[in-house]
């Protein structure tokens, strides 16, 4: 340090005393005295007297200030410097007077002539006589211009760059770049303006930074077309070179047009570049009179220039970034595909889709926290193996079947696809998710209903739109008797039973067409000529575009549940004795032909037999005896009316007609003395011959007031038994009683 080598001077200076006068009154009084102890030192050195006045300086010292030493003794800093400067050297020197110790300051000072400005480490010491008395003032200084830039510098450069990693917007750190340069040196203006694309193929330059520089040269240098003689910044921009101009009133290309004043003073101009070598713009300085930069401005100047191409550079990679990533989330919002992007397992990006995906109320929901905890526990392994691949760019397969987990626990299966890519300037992972839970269900279905259909117990055919049969499950062949290659190619009118008309097949197409379905039962033919009853159902099979593809038609053979039907309604409508309609069809056939009276204007007539004798037949010959003698009365009965007539046992030796179609109630007379005819006829058993005779009550419909079916037949049985009163083997008619009801 400059006080360590001072120390020593002194040192020196104390033996000289020693070895002389003994006091440093000598060295100030002796200028060869000075000169012998520090004429050959590097620094500066200067002597004064306690008022100020300038003793002696070495050679350094005359270099620097551009004054003689033989010129410079008995002035002082009111001679040499300015107001200001003289000032706050004289409070420098009184503080030396009044100090104990040397004293260290930092001072600005004019370098000879007023070429540039110096900042000076000074060191200062008063030295005394024998007495004590101040007799002089000591000074040593050394020139730290250079070191307080490129201390000054490194602090610009840190900031330059804690704004580029803090993500700053270009404008603010190119112009913090120009008032950094402004603070170096102060006397300098600073732009920086940048290279964009002109009209046409050109380029011009556009200002995006400026420290210290004028309204009117500012709107002279933006907008500037780049290209040699524009100016200093457009010829740089064009040339990549740096350009300097001493004096900017002789560069007749930067007088303004229409007849403004001359630019004055100078400028050198600074192209920074990309790493390819591609120009990005240009870093300008301009002083306001003519000058020439000396080496310390332009290496300066071409420091700055870097670090002002690092940051276009990174701003512009950092534009792109964003651009692609703004590209890539324009694309993934808008995709029915869930997407996203995790660093290091922790997912940085969700679109909308994924949020449904997992049941997300919102991103923030997925933001933040671990892929880890979206991944089944079973498929955790093999989703941190294809992380790690894909981390380590190593080879893996593009897509796979995995399992994931909503946020409300559930999993569900996916098809997962994951790729490197960069996201926020730094390496992440892109995963795309297809949620194949559906086509894993209908996977699923379709093993099951391959199962079903090799298994099931009903006929299953699948045909094609124009009815060709496709294929057959093994049931077919069974209720049908045709294998499977009997019937491909066919159609299923080869089964066909001839029973169903022509006119129903129509409507079962139709239907077909029309609901995509159809159910219903038919009768078909079997291989072996047996016809048979089946329950069918038809479906349509559609594609995507709604066109049929197949037809599926599910079978079983009926034949046996038919007849069982018929004989469950043979029991719950017939009498099982004598094969009549029993009380409840004869309570529905009633009813009808009522109805059917109503609308044809007509009578009809219901009659009421019991048959007399009937107990005795019993008792004489057993029931045996009396069932032969009910069944064959009833066929009599039964043939002595009209097809369109209705003869129903009611139970017991009790019987009911409904007799239709009569013009009058006359014309029912006939019909009902053949009914007496045919209960009188004698009956064979065996040996012995069985007779009865019959009642017979008959009530009219309709009549003047409404009556019920039930009505009509109690109106009949009052008239059976005014029959059976009046002698029996007769019929009377209820006309009589017809105001009871």
Not at 2 to 27: M, N, P, W
Not at 221 to 235: I, R, S, T
Not at 339 to 356: D, S
Not at 529 to 551: E, F, P
Request: charged share 20%; glycine share 8%; proline share 4%.
């Amino acid at each position: 340090m400059l006080v360590d080598l001072f120390t020593q001077l002194l040192a020196q200076l104390g033996q000289a005393e020693r070895a002389g006068s003994g006091h440093t009154h000598a060295l100030v009084a002796s200028p060869q005295r000075f000169q012998a102890l520090f004429g050959q030192v590097t620094q500066m050195v200067w002597l004064k007297d306690p008022q100020g006045r300038y003793l002696a300086c070495n050679s350094a010292f005359e270099t620097f200030s551009g004054v003689p030493a033989a010129h410079l003794c008995g002035r002082t800093n009111a001679d040499l410097l300015s107001p200001e400067d003289a000032q706050r050297y004289h409070q420098l020197d009184q503080t030396c007077l009044a100090a104990t110790q040397p004293v260290v300051a930092e001072c600005w000072a004019s370098v000879a002539a007023g070429s540039r400005r110096a900042l000076l480490e000074i060191t200062k010491v008063v030295l005394c006589n024998a007495d004590g008395r101040a007799d002089g003032i000591l000074s040593m200084g050394r020139d730290i211009t250079a070191r307080w830039y490129q201390t000054q510098f490194e602090q610009l450069r840190s900031q330059i760059l804690e704004l580029l990693a803090n993500g700053a917007e270009l404008p603010h750190l190119l112009q913090a770049l120009a008032d950094g340069l402004r603070g170096l040196q102060p006397e300098q203006a600073c732009l920086v303006a940048l290279v964009t694309p002109g009209h046409g193929c050109g380029q011009t330059l556009q200002v995006v930074a400026s420290a210290g520089v004028s309204d009117e040269t500012l709107r002279l240098v933006d907008g500037q077309d780049v290209g040699p003689g524009q100016g200093a910044c457009a010829a740089a921009a064009a040339s990549g070179q740096r350009v300097v101009i001493p004096n900017l009133a002789l560069h007749r290309t930067l007088a303004p047009q229409l007849g403004q004043p001359i630019v004055q003073g100078a400028c050198w101009a600074q192209p920074f570049l990309a790493l390819s070598g591609q120009v990005l713009g240009v870093l300008s300085v301009l002083v306001a009179t003519p000058a020439t930069p000396g080496d310390e401005d332009l290496e300066l100047l071409a420091q700055l220039a870097r670090l002002a191409g690092l940051a276009v550079e990174r701003h512009q990679v950092a534009q792109q970034l964003r651009t692609n990533e703004a590209s890539f989330r324009a694309l993934a919002e808008h995709t029915p595909e869930a997407v996203l992007v995790h660093r290091g397992g922790t997912i940085l990006y969700v679109n909308p889709a994924a949020q449904r995906l997992f049941g997300a109320k919102s991103s923030a929901d997925l933001l933040g926290t671990s892929t880890q905890k979206r991944i089944a526990p079973a498929f955790l392994a093999q989703q941190l193996a294809r992380m790690q691949a894909i981390e380590t760019a190593q080879p893996i397969e593009p897509m796979v079947e995995s399992r994931f987990v909503r946020l409300d626990g559930s999993e569900f299966d996916v098809e997962v696809q994951g790729t490197a890519m960069v996201y926020g300037g730094a390496p992440a992972i892109h995963v795309s998710i297809r949620d194949i839970s559906e086509r894993k269900r209908a996977e699923t279905q379709l093993r099951v209903a391959a199962s079903v259909f090799s298994h099931a117990i009903e006929g299953i055919m699948i045909t094609a739109p124009d009815g060709r049969i496709i294929d057959v499950n093994a049931a077919f062949t069974r209720i049908t008797g045709y294998s499977r290659d009997e019937v491909r190619g066919h159609t299923p009118s080869m089964l066909n039973s001839g029973r169903n008309t022509p006119l129903f097949y129509q409507q079962l197409w139709q239907d077909l067409v029309q609901h995509g379905s159809w159910s219903g039962e038919l009768w078909n033919r079997r291989k072996d000529g047996d016809i048979y009853a089946q329950m069918l159902h038809i479906s349509a099979v559609h594609d995507q575009r709604g066109q049929v593809i197949q037809y599926v038609a599910l079978f079983s053979d009926i034949t046996e549940r038919k007849a069982h039907e018929r004989r469950l309604d043979q029991l719950a409508h017939f009498d099982a004795l004598t094969g009549l309609p029993n009380r409840a069809l004869h309570a529905d056939r009633l009813q009808h032909a009522m109805a059917q009276a109503q609308r044809r204007q007509q009578k009809l007539g219901v009659a009421f037999i019991d048959l007399d004798g009937f107990k005795a037949i019993n008792d004489s010959h057993g029931h045996d005896a009396g069932d032969h003698l009910l069944i064959m009365l009833a066929r009599r009965m039964r043939l002595a009316l009209r097809e369109v007539d209705t003869l129903s046992r009611l139970g017991g030796d009790e019987f009911a007609a409904v007799i239709v179609d009569l013009a009058q109630e006359s014309d029912c007379d006939p019909l009902l003395q053949r009914l007496l005819q045919a209960a009188n006829q004698p009956v064979l058993y065996g040996t012995a011959v069985l007779q009865v005779s019959a009642s017979v009550g008959v009530a009219f419909y309709p009549q003047a007031k409404e009556v019920s079916p039930e009505q009509l037949l109690r109106q009949a049985d009052m008239a059976m038994y005014r029959a059976k009163q009046s002698g029996k083997n007769q019929f009377q008619t209820s006309g009589f009683v017809d105001s009871l009801f």
